[in-house]
């Protein structure tokens, strides 16, 4: 088990950029894969990117590629969301979530969600 918790969340204008973090307690994070979640206002939860343990794999949304970049530093428990071109669209509460390799990340650990408005 990984305790999770997102930073970086904030207001921006359209066409800015924000990074997440989600800073990751407990010694086995570098086994862990990762992924980005959203919700907004209702809306269901939706997964935006994930990364594999080694970061050698990665998945994005149709709405977010190109525009998103998923990345982790295992030495320093990190993963990271850089969101650029952002749109009001990606207003949401993002949540990282965490699971072991191989499991199904959704299932896993989640943090607490940080906020992300993006302003027309």
């Known amino acids: 088990q990984v305790q999770l918790v997102e930073s970086g969340g904030g207001l921006v204008q359209a066409g800015g950029s924000l990074r997440l973090s989600c800073a990751a307690s407990?010694?086995?994070?570098?086994?862990?894969?990762m992924g980005w979640f959203r919700q907004a206002p209702g809306k269901e939860r939706e997964i935006v990117a994930s990364?594999?343990?080694?970061?050698?794999?990665?998945y994005y949304a149709d709405s977010v590629k190109g525009r998103f970049t998923i990345s982790r530093a295992n030495a320093k428990n990190t993963a990271y969301l850089q969101m650029n071109s952002l749109k009001p669209e990606d207003t949401a509460v993002y949540y990282c979530?965490?699971?072991?390799?191989?499991?199904?990340?959704?299932?896993?650990?989640w943090g607490q969600g940080t906020q992300v408005t993006v302003s027309s």
């Open positions: 407990g010694r086995t994070f570098s086994s862990y894969d």
């Open positions: 979530a965490a699971a072991p390799s191989g499991a199904t990340i959704k299932e896993g650990d």
């Open positions: 990364i594999s343990w080694s970061g050698s794999s990665t």
